[in-house]
């Protein structure tokens, strides 16, 4: 298989010629290690790579094909698994020097999923360290670079899974997202990601291991989901992933969804979409603004929604977001690692172990969300959809942990990128699909929310804009 060959490829592409023995899972594995090998030196989207296991992985995959066996729905699919998620013999570091050499014995539901489908875990990519911050860069591995132009970031705390997936080197990969580090990456990589509902994809051992302080937390927050590079690729590894599991208390049942066949359903006509063109009271970058606005206007007239423009309820969430990321993080744990093994961390791990919080902060911070999630309740009383902007700001430079400030006015470190975090509080399924290019060159993406539960027809309009967009574009730095 030539490396052209394998580049055009999506998921769904490889299990079907897998099964139909158009090509092998060892040749679907070798070619994309080969991608791998021409594209990482530019990009740094790996911390480990697992050839053994894979090898070993695709051959069994060949093994069940020569024998008339069903490989599973994922045959022989490469995927990507981020650095924060479990996998079992394959190291975990959490992009942490603290954990730099730690090897679980379990894989987190996730994998076991994807691997039980035939998935071949190729290896694990880079994160901001314990997912604190959405960018690349931790102390342990090389920053992380977007393969639209290596100078800038490809967005995180997924960054090697976006940058993974647009260099072409896999076509799957899993993200987890505790604010928007599914859907932020996605953005800057010109890629669709998505986090379902809360509970549709169930997480453990990840953040709910308590033995591992730092990399357990955001519990009632976090996300695992897919970013790829088409909405039937998503939907395909959702149908995998998704689905009940006793191991995870917030697991929920999802026999109501067509995870496959979502994204050709046809749409209802005069579907009631709320449009946040911007945050109040933050900036956006205006090409970004443009693009969005003529997507929404032209997706609304082609698909006959009817389109209000507004803004979100008035509540003032960021703060409670912070407290509540502490809250459900293990910091007594954290503190006596740092203090065992001397090792240095990052500044924003530096600025949470530095956290104090007085306990009305905790309860200031409770109540809030509750407000929020009752307030977004009555909003998609109204609506069906509401549609934004997926980031108020274009990729920044890949050593940055923020961009500093949006058409020359300073901002906050989290204030470009506040259309993200608000629907982790409530855990109504997100995401993000590209909308075009700001100056011919950066993917934009517009972020789709959908009410609480309503992951099938967030697929559905997803897959409807991908048709109408059109993007096909490739980065700079492609297999």
């Known amino acids: 298989m030539t490396p052209a060959d394998y580049a055009v490829l999506t998921a769904v592409d490889i299990a079907a010629g897998i099964r139909a023995r158009r090509f092998s899972a060892t040749e679907i594995v070798e070619a994309a290690y080969a991608a791998t090998a021409a594209v990482e030196p530019a990009i ?3 911390s480990t790579l697992a050839e053994p296991q894979a090898r070993a992985a695709a051959a069994r995959v060949d093994a069940a094909v020569a024998a008339g066996e069903d490989p599973g729905p994922l045959a022989g699919v490469p995927v990507a698994i981020k650095d924060l998620v479990m996998t ?50 931790n102390l342990v591995f090389d920053i992380t670079r977007n393969p639209w132009d290596v100078s800038l970031t490809p967005g995180g705390s997924s960054a090697g899974s976006g940058a993974a997936v647009a260099a072409g080197v896999v076509p799957l990969a899993i993200g987890s997202d505790g604010g928007g580090s599914i859907r932020i990456p996605a953005s800057f990589c010109g890629l669709f990601g998505m986090k379902a509902s809360m509970g549709r994809v169930p997480l453990w051992p990840g953040c709910r291991d308590e033995t591992l302080p730092g990399a357990s937390g955001w519990e009632s927050i976090e996300h695992v989901g897919p970013i790829t590079r088409t909405v039937a690729d998503a939907a395909l590894m959702l149908s995998v992933i998704a689905g009940p599991d006793g191991r995870d208390r917030w697991s929920i049942p999802c026999g109501d969804v067509d995870w496959t066949g979502a994204p050709a359903q046809p749409l209802p006509r005069k579907l009631k979409v709320a449009y946040w063109p ?15 606005d003529t997507a929404v206007a032209t997706y609304a007239e082609a698909l006959g929604f009817e389109v209000t423009v507004t803004e979100p309820p008035a509540i003032p969430i960021r703060q409670a977001f912070d407290v509540l990321i ?14 065992e093994k001397h090792v240095e961390v990052t500044p924003a791990v530096r600025q949470f172990l530095a956290t104090r919080l007085p306990l009305e902060a905790a309860t200031d911070a409770i109540t809030v969300r509750k407000a929020w999630a009752n307030a977004m309740a009555r909003v998609m009383a109204e609506v069906d959809l509401i549609l934004t902007p997926t980031l108020a700001a274009l990729p920044f430079a890949a050593d940055a942990t923020q961009p500093g400030e949006i058409a020359g006015v300073p901002i906050g470190p989290e204030d470009w990128c506040p259309f993200t975090y608000p629907f982790n509080l409530t855990g109504q399924p997100a995401a993000s699909v590209p909308c075009g290019l700001a100056e011919g060159r950066l993917p934009v993406g517009i972020q789709i929310v959908g009410p609480h539960l309503g992951d099938g027809l967030v697929l559905s309009v997803a897959a409807a ?5 059109g993007f096909s574009a490739r980065p700079s730095v492609h297999a």
Not at 278 to 292: H, M, Q, S, Y
Not at 465 to 469: D, I, M, S, Y
């Open 44 to 46: 740094h989207a790996f």
């Open 465 to 469: 804009f991908e048709r109408l967009a």
């Open 326 to 339: 502490a809250l459900e993080n293990d910091l007594t744990g954290l503190r006596r690692l740092v203090a």
């Open 88 to 137: 079992a013999g394959i190291r975990t570091t959490f992009g942490s020097r603290l954990y730099a050499d730690y090897v679980p014995a379990d894989d987190d539901i996730v994998v076991e999923r994807l691997k039980a489908a035939g998935a071949i875990v190729v290896g694990k990519t880079n994160a901001a360290e314990f997912g604190f911050g959405a960018h690349g860069c």
């Open 278 to 292: 911007k945050w109040p009271g933050l900036p956006i970058d205006p090409r970004i603004t443009a693009l969005v």
